[in-house]
């Protein structure tokens, strides 16, 4: 019997329209369902799902992505030309993309990693759309299950099932409202520490997850000053003591002493960083300080009123050679004046740190000629005398420092005289062709004349040095005597 096309057709639409078919074994009710074209370049696939199209065709969706849109399982007609049969809603089969067993009554939603299929899924999905409920008791991958197709939005909470996620954290944070059913917000704050310690790596050993703990002192770089004390100090940092004065660099402050004379090998700034000298009403001088280690530093003080303190340069006698001054030229303090001097170990003399008071023109040489140096010269009689003498005409005291003597041959000697004939040393014996260092007795001082430079009177003798020779031999034709003193 023939039936025309458009027959066939209807009678199709009836039956998949019909609202319900009653058996012997259940009550189904049957699918509701449209048509629209295929995509012409995709298409659909049968038993798989489709989405719609802006243009109004049916493709397959992504597996990424239209979890927020409505899906359809495409039942006839799927392709890339005309047009497909798709379920709106009721009973369909849908091809599923894992094997399950026991799951009837669970979430479909579309397939993450093939396009159209079905994904079974036990808790509900996050806000998105549920593409139906599972049928079947079980799937395999490919098959086509039962499936109830609903398209419907589910949002979290409205179900009977729900979803319980809790947070764990590390020991230095605290956690709140864990766990969160269905919706909620976990609160992580920080927890307490004991005071004192930081978030750090282990103390020693391999690497390790950082934690609270002590500092220690392998945690600080070696520019920080921690531990035990040394060097100069005592005592645990930060709270270091002075326990010592390497090179005398910090003395304890200042000391005030007054000296009555001259004074070598002065002791009395010994303990000082500042040591003031209080001379009296007459000049004086300080040949030398002890306790010079290296590095040490003194400032020198005059706080005199009227006289002058001399810190003569390297003397030839009095103070010890290691306690004496090299400054090139004696250092005169006048009244409320100070200077700095530092002891510099590698030559062992104290050094001035203030050049500009040095004041060259206080050391003063006057040199007696004897006989002559004319080839052929007789030898100088035995009872020969002295017969120059040095004056002082400066306007201030002369102290003599050194007295040296030469001869070109014999071994003749020389008694320095103050005029009145004073002596001042007890023997000077020259060594022919050197000079020879004569001992001074006491601190002679040669004062000046008055009204210098021309007055030839002498208020206070002595304001002359001479002296006397004693020849021996009577070898000698020549020599010279040269006396050295400060202007005070």
Known sequence: ???????????LCATLMAPTIISAQD?????????????????????????????????????????QIKLYVVIAGAGTTGSAVYVEAGNTGCEMDSAVSSKAGTYLTRSATTAGRCHQQDAPPANGMVVGTLIATSTVVGGVARISAQNVA??????????????????????????????????????NQTANTAYMGPASGGAAAPGFRAIGITDLPGSVAAGACTGDLAGT????????????????????????????????????????????????????????????????????TTNRITLPDELTSGSSATNQFRFGASLIL??????????????????GAEASLLTPYVTRSCTIPFGSTAAGSPPIASDDDVNEACGNNTGMDWQITAVKVFANAGTPTFT?????????????????????????????????????????????????????????????????????????
């Open 1 to 11: 019997m023939y039936l025309p096309r458009w027959f066939l057709g209807a009678m």
């Open 154 to 191: 589910y949002i979290p909470g409205s179900g009977t099932a729900s979803t319980s996620v809790g947070l764990t954290m590390p020991a230095e944070f605290t956690v709140a409202n864990s766990p969160v059913v269905n919706s909620g917000t976990l609160i992580v704050t920080e927890a």
């Open 334 to 351: 006048s009244p409320k004046r100070c200077t700095e001097l530092w002891y510099d170990g590698a030559v062992s003399r104290w050094m």
């Open 237 to 304: 940092f930060p709270a270091c003591t002075v326990a010592q004065t390497s090179g005398n660099w910090a003395r304890t402050g200042i000391v005030n002493q007054t000296i009555s004379g001259d004074v070598q090998d002065y002791n009395g700034c010994n303990t000082a960083s500042v040591c003031r000298i209080n001379g009296g009403v007459a000049d004086r001088i300080v040949g030398g300080l002890v306790a010079g280690t290296n590095g040490r530093n003194l400032r020198v003080c005059n706080v005199g």
């Open 27 to 67: 009550i189904t009710s049957g699918p509701v369902v449209n048509t629209l074209p295929n995509d012409p370049t995709t298409g659909t696939i049968l038993n798989r799902l489709a989405k719609i199209t802006t243009a109004g065709t049916l493709v397959l969706p992504a597996t990424t992505g239209d979890d």
């Open 416 to 488: 320095p005289a103050l005029t009145g004939g004073a002596d001042i040393t007890t023997l000077c014996t020259a060594v022919a062709g050197t000079w020879t260092n004569c001992t001074l007795v006491g601190t002679p001082i040669v004062h000046s004349f008055s009204a210098p430079p021309n007055s030839a009177t002498c208020s206070v003798a002595p304001c002359t040095v001479a002296g006397r020779v004693t020849t021996a031999g009577g070898t000698w034709t020549f020599g010279w005597i040269d006396i050295t003193g400060i202007l005070r």
